[in-house]
């Protein structure tokens, strides 16, 4: 696994270990280096000189982050990972899901995507919600696995804080008073859909 790690540090020196995030989100690459602290390096799909879009065409979380995974390692025969994360509503059958990102169309615009949520939920009672993420991690063999991690909670009537991104604004975790924006990256790390998937993600590569 280690060696694995050192894939963009062609010379393994003592430098932090390199890992590619097959993602252009820089809040997403923000919490995700946060979590993974100064042992690892997270380098984006900019850091690297890619700004091709990914298409995002499966149903399901994983199958996303698989799709993403892939193009990673068969462009760059590379380790690597990729992670796809969304939005359920229950009263709206789960809804935006997989299509989270680009629930008011393209192109992406989180004011947008949460405009739209809270007109469709206006008037609605049952406001309850989670974040879902999963992560593909395709190592150097070409070998997958995946870690999910999701946090209940409910979508609030109007936007509340500055930090984070996407629903971030709108989505008040379970036991919580804060919605995810008023929460510091520290806070979030602690207890987000994400955080506990990298939890996983991060066990998994450190007992290798």
Same mark, same amino acid.
């Given at each position: 696994?280690?060696?694995?790690? #050192?894939?963009? @540090? ?23 280096? #946060? &979590?993974?602290? $100064?042992?690892?390096?997270?380098? @984006? ?5 890619? =700004? =091709? /879009?990914?298409?995002?065409?499966? @149903? ?7 799709? &993403?995974? +892939? #193009? ?29 990102? *680009? ?7 989180? $004011? *947008?995507?949460?405009? $739209? %949520? ?7 009672? @049952? *406001? &309850? ?13 070409? &070998? /997958? ?11 609030? =009537? ?8 996407? #629903?971030?604004?709108?989505? +008040? ?7 995810? /924006? ?8 602690? %207890?987000?859909? *994400?955080?506990?998937?990298? =939890? ?9």
């Amino acid at each position: 696994m280690k060696d694995d790690l #050192y894939f963009y @540090n062609e010379n393994h020196t003592s430098k932090p270990m390199r890992l590619l995030f097959c993602s252009t989100n820089l809040g997403k690459t923000q919490e995700i280096q #946060y &979590k993974f602290g $100064k042992f690892i390096d997270i380098q @984006n799909l900019l850091d690297v000189g890619c =700004e =091709e /879009a990914i298409p995002e065409t499966a @149903n399901s979380f994983e199958g996303n982050a698989l799709l &993403k995974a +892939q #193009y990673g390692y068969e462009k760059f025969k590379l380790a690597c990972f990729s992670d796809d994360s969304g939005l359920e509503v229950i009263a709206l059958n789960n809804q935006p899901g997989v299509f989270s990102a *680009r629930y008011a169309g393209v192109p992406k615009s989180d $004011k *947008r995507n949460m405009d $739209k %949520l809270l007109f469709e939920l206006k008037g609605l009672k @049952n *406001r &309850k919600a989670c974040f879902k993420t999963v992560i593909v991690y395709i190592d150097s063999s070409g &070998k /997958a696995f995946s870690f999910e991690g999701k946090i209940e909670g409910e979508i609030i =009537e109007e936007k509340r804080g500055e930090h984070g991104f996407g #629903y971030d604004p709108i989505f +008040q975790p379970k036991g919580y008073a804060k919605t995810f /924006a008023e929460m510091s990256l520290a806070e979030k790390s602690e %207890l987000s859909h *994400r955080a506990i998937a990298l =939890e996983k993600f991060h066990a998994f590569i450190f007992k290798k």
